[in-house]
């Protein structure tokens, strides 16, 4: 017998901004109706791996040597129906105990002076982060964690736009703030209270280096971005203690 998972519906405030329904892959017409209302989702619980029995076309699967089908982890996982049946899947991050921490900025990254467009290479974060954003399942485990060149538009007074093209070129709008960031690391005093090596701490402290962050992603610490040294090795270091000074490997537009 194949057990079903359970999930609970609750009521759900709808993002207010437009960009954030957008930036989800949702038609205009759901988020026209939908935005900054009360309505009702399904949630699915996180599971572990190989917990209960699936069928063959269930994704992801594990198999057993008896040939048996397992489900394999699968996150909190947030959807919706629509008044037409169409089911559509929301982040996680829109739920208020998921919600990231907010970015300490040294100035306003979105006051730009001129509209522009250009490309950006950043790396994308898991299946399941893309998965919730209504991008097709197949689509993603192809794009897993690699490097992905995005459009990137910029509009004053705008937040940015970044669009992403899948491997069957189909255009896809992502997380504007999924996008490498230039972050001012804190001193050294704080960096080696944070377990960083002292030379290492000595050698970057209050340096701006490039990290890769998709806020309340699965591969993302939830408090921490972790830049990389000389050597290539990792180091987590507090939110809260560093600053966002631009987005991209370098300032890719003009501030205000």
């Known amino acids: 017998m194949v057990a079903t998972h359970s999930m609970s519906s609750i009521s759900f405030f709808a993002p207010e901004e437009r960009c954030l329904l957008e ?77 990231p921490i907010t970015e300490p900025c040294l100035e306003s990254i ?38 992905a060149e995005v459009e990137v538009r910029i509009r004053p007074g705008k ?6 093209r899948d491997s069957a070129g189909n255009l896809w709008r992502i997380p504007q703030d999924w996008r490498r960031r230039l972050i001012k690391l804190p001193t050294r005093d704080v ?28 591969c993302c610490l939830p408090d921490r971005y972790r830049f990389r040294d000389s050597s290539g090795n990792r180091w987590p270091v507090r939110i809260l203690d560093c600053s966002v000074v631009g987005y991209g490997d370098a300032p890719s537009f003009p501030i205000a």
């Open 23 to 99: 930036e989800a892959n949702l038609p205009g017409s759901l988020i026209d109706r939908i935005g900054g209302q009360y309505i009702s989702v399904e949630t699915h619980p996180e599971e572990a791996p190989a917990t209960r029995r699936v069928e063959p076309d269930d994704f992801p699967l594990l198999i057993d040597p008896k040939g048996n089908y397992w489900n394999d982890y699968r996150p909190i996982r947030v959807r919706y129906t629509d008044g037409q049946g169409q089911i559509w899947r929301f982040p996680r991050r829109w739920l208020p105990m998921f919600q």
């Open 159 to 164: 937040p940015a736009s970044v669009s992403w």
């Open 110 to 147: 979105e006051t730009v002076s001129q509209q522009a467009t250009f490309s950006e290479t950043l790396n994308l974060p898991t299946e399941w982060d893309l998965w919730e954003i209504n991008i097709p399942w197949s689509e993603c485990q192809k794009a897993v964690r690699k490097a």
């Open 191 to 218: 960096l080696v209270s944070q377990q960083i090596p002292g030379e290492v701490a000595e050698r970057y402290a209050e340096k701006i280096v490039s990290v890769n962050y998709h806020p309340g992603s699965l």
